[in-house]
């Protein structure tokens, strides 16, 4: 009897799968995945609606997306970052961040090259990787304050390193890299000839006077940088996965050419109406960070009210809480007992570590706070029941 394929028998069903399902067995208020429970603006949906009865955009898109989007990617990288991209050979569009990202893995590593992941990572960087025919080297942010060690960082560099997966600001940890941390980084990769694979989707969603400070704006880098950013973090529309890869023409090349075998071309539609969302004045994201900043400080609250001990994100939407004080197990037994218990779901971050880092999140919880108000609220009250 015919089987899986050995690329995939090693991946099981993904944990946001099981704590989905699992929250909606227990009637759980779902704060794991990073799925908005509120609509983008409006402006942007009927701009999409506008494309699609236009009669002009619901056949296939060029394959690197409508000019118009890869120009509107181009503008909005020249205007917050000041770097000049050349929108015809240096932005692909893609279907989301996801498939950015395994493009760029794709077109720019070679079978018996090595990746450096730092952990806690993003779930498909790893398979990537793999697939890729590459080897994963591992270099963990370290608890409570996330923060990496130069030592281990120098270690993972050496001959056969092809390319580093950097993201910040950071999920699922809420960090904004450093300059001095950047520099680092750029130095090292400089050295050894190694591409960045920048991973910025929550590139607007920074706190506290922190700055989002891109990879490809340090001296030497632009020329080794694809970064990859996304519609869906910026204007809450997660599900028209819509995100892009910029850079320079020589790097892009290879993720076009991946690109082109994987999807072909993204929504065309939600590609018209993207150009459109980046398109809005800087007021847009001035509200949108004041909005996240509330929901931030509600989830923080509630967490600290519960007894578990967190440090507040500098960015994103998510937030790591320590919950050693109130519940003696591991990360996946919490989940699944707040989820089922509590009815709070919550993501356990060892599966976003390799198996010799795992130990370091095991006594923590991800949450997800890219919720309405008045749920975030609910969440607090329930979670306050393991401080009793």
Known sequence: MPTIANRVAQFGTTIFTEINELALQHNALNLGQGRPDFDGPAEIIQAAVDAMLSGKANQYAPGSGPLATRKAVADHVSRFYNLDIDPTAGVVITPGATEAIFSSVLGLVDRGDEVIIIEP????????????????????????????????????????????????????????????????IADLCKEHDVIVIADEVYEHLVFDGAQHIPMATLPGMLERTVTVSSLGKTFSLTGWKIGWVYGHPDLITGVSRAHQFTTFAANHPAMVAAAHALALPGTYYEEFQAMYLTKRELMVQGLRNAGLKTRSPKGTYFIMADFSDVFDGDDIEFSRYLTAEIGVACI??????????????STQARFAFCKSDDMLRQAGERLAALSR
């Open 121 to 184: 990572y993003f779930d498909s960087y790893v398979p990537n990787v793999l697939w890729a025919g590459a080897t994963p080297t591992y270099v963990p942010l370290r608890p409570p304050d996330w923060t990496l060690d130069p030592d281990e960082l120098k270690a993972a560099f050496n001959a056969k390193t092809r390319a580093i997966i950097l993201n910040t600001p950071h999920n699922p940890t809420g960090r904004v890299f450093t300059l001095d941390e950047l520099t680092l």
């Open 348 to 361: 356990p971050p060892t599966f976003f570590y390799s198996t010799g880092h795992a130990h370091m999140a």
